[in-house]
């Protein structure tokens, strides 16, 4: 069965600390494909990345970066220098692609507070 | 660049009644999928068509309906609307499956609201 864990409900940090969102995924299946996604307290959902279980090269992307290990199962994601704007809760998911439907299994979520 | 549109983005209904919420994929995309989303949870996969034929079905209670029309576009219809229904309802949608992205991009949802 496949499985997203985020086991941080909440964190919270003062502007400009770094943070780092951990996930942790289960899955048989060599090939499969995570995701991050923010949800701001106005509620979209907004498609933050991609990583693919073939590729295991992280990712920078400004002030975001993404660790992928599959040695451990996990896709951490850090935010260097906080910033208020980034409070929102995150969720980390898991896709088999094809082979599920193309379906997302979703972490139950990681709110994020940056307080200034 | 053109989003996932979702229509209205508000909604009250009372108990028992009836309710149609909409969704316009981005331009080139043929799956989508819907989504409920209750207070402090992780979105529900309801249901999902693939060029207009349902492709997967989730946790959609029997109440509801929802078909991919020729222009793609989506409409979920709700009836015999629950106090339980209130909820988040998002519309994503991705990419075709010859060179699909994976990827699910995600309307802005509708606040579904019953009294």
């Known amino acids: 069965a496949q499985k997203v864990t985020q086991a941080q409900t909440e964190i919270s940090v003062v502007e400009k600390e770094d943070v780092t969102l951990d996930c942790v995924y289960e899955?048989?299946?060599?090939?499969?494909?995570l995701f991050w996604y923010k949800q701001p307290p106005s509620g979209e959902l907004v498609f933050l990345i991609r990583?693919?279980?073939?590729d295991e090269q992280n990712e920078i992307s400004g002030r975001y970066s993404w660790n992928f290990q599959k040695s451990t199962s996990s896709f951490n994601f850090t935010i260097t220098a906080s910033q208020v704007v980034d409070s929102a809760v995150y969720f980390c998911?898991?896709?088999?692609?094809?082979?599920?439907?193309?379906?997302?299994?979703w972490g139950a979520g990681t709110k994020l507070i940056i307080k200034p | 660049a053109a989003g996932v549109i979702q229509s209205p983005r508000h909604l009250i209904k009372e108990k028992r009644e009836t309710a149609t919420l909409k969704c316009y994929p981005i331009p080139r995309h043929d799956t989508v999928y819907w989504y409920q989303q209750g207070p402090g949870q992780d979105p529900q996969f309801l249901i999902s068509?693939?060029?207009?034929?349902?492709?997967d079905k989730g946790s959609i209670p029997d109440r509801f309906s929802a078909q991919q029309f020729s222009d793609y576009h989506s409409e979920l219809n709700m009836s015999s609307l629950e106090l339980g229904d209130s909820a988040l309802y998002f519309c994503?949608?991705?990419?075709?499956?010859?060179?699909?992205?994976?990827?699910?991009?995600f309307g802005p949802g509708t606040r579904l609201t019953v009294t």
């Open positions: 068509f693939y060029e207009k034929m349902q492709s």
């Open positions: 998911a898991l896709s088999l692609g094809m082979d599920s439907n193309y379906q997302l299994i």
């Open positions: 990583r693919n279980s073939f």
């Open positions: 994503a949608s991705s990419s075709g499956r010859q060179k699909p992205t994976y990827e699910q991009y």
């Open positions: 899955t048989r299946d060599t090939t499969y494909y």
